[in-house]
């Protein structure tokens, strides 16, 4: 569940990673392209490859303890909209400000009981390719436990970059580029 408190306090340990982060080769569409939710010390990222093809299946895997660190989310959003500095990621986390709050709204959380409405949140088709923004929804799933994970087809268009981020620890960011 979405615990304000515990997402809040993990936050104010978390170090910043930069957009993109590590990155491996593409799959075929007859393979499934993972990306992780990882931890290494105090730092959380995610680990995947730079591109996916369209028609591909992306498994979204959390390989962290939820029970230490709080709960996460996997949620497309369009570059603009993604907090940079280290004071607007602290924002972002601590007050649920500007994106960070529209992606708790996106699932329909009760900040008070931490109880998740809706999970996951399909935007658009069926599958991976609608970015949310401050006004409209983007695709999103929401993760409370290690090992727990959620796979969807790619639908986005051949050159579209997915940017993603967790919205309980907005210093996870990365990208993935849709090819053909």
Same mark, same amino acid.
């Given at each position: 569940m979405l615990r304000a408190s515990?997402?809040?306090?993990?936050?104010?340990? /978390? &170090? @910043?990673v930069l957009v993109g982060g590590p990155a491996t080769a593409s799959t075929s569409k007859a393979g /499934? &392209? @993972?990306?992780?939710?990882?931890q290494d010390g105090k730092e959380l990222f995610f680990e995947g490859p730079a591109t996916v093809e369209r028609g591909a299946t992306l498994k979204i895997k959390n390989q962290t303890d939820p029970r230490k660190i709080g709960p996460h989310t996997f949620s497309l959003v369009r570059e603009a909209v993604l907090p940079?500095?280290?004071e607007e990621i602290k924002e972002c986390a601590r007050k649920f400000a500007k994106i960070c709050g529209e992606v708790v709204e996106w699932h329909e959380v009760d900040l008070q009981s931490g109880e998740v409405g809706e999970n996951p949140?399909?935007?658009g088709d069926n599958g991976w390719d609608t970015k949310g923004t401050l006004k409209r929804k983007g695709d999103s799933w929401v993760s409370e436990q290690d090992g727990q994970s959620f796979k969807a087809?790619?639908?986005?268009p051949e050159g579209k970059t997915l940017q993603y981020f967790?919205?309980?620890?907005p210093e996870m960011q990365g990208e993935i580029k849709v090819g053909g």
């Open positions: 515990g997402a809040l306090a993990a936050v104010t340990t /978390a &170090t @910043v /499934a &392209t @993972v990306i992780t939710m990882e940079k500095t280290e949140v399909d935007a087809e790619v639908t986005a967790c919205a309980v620890h």
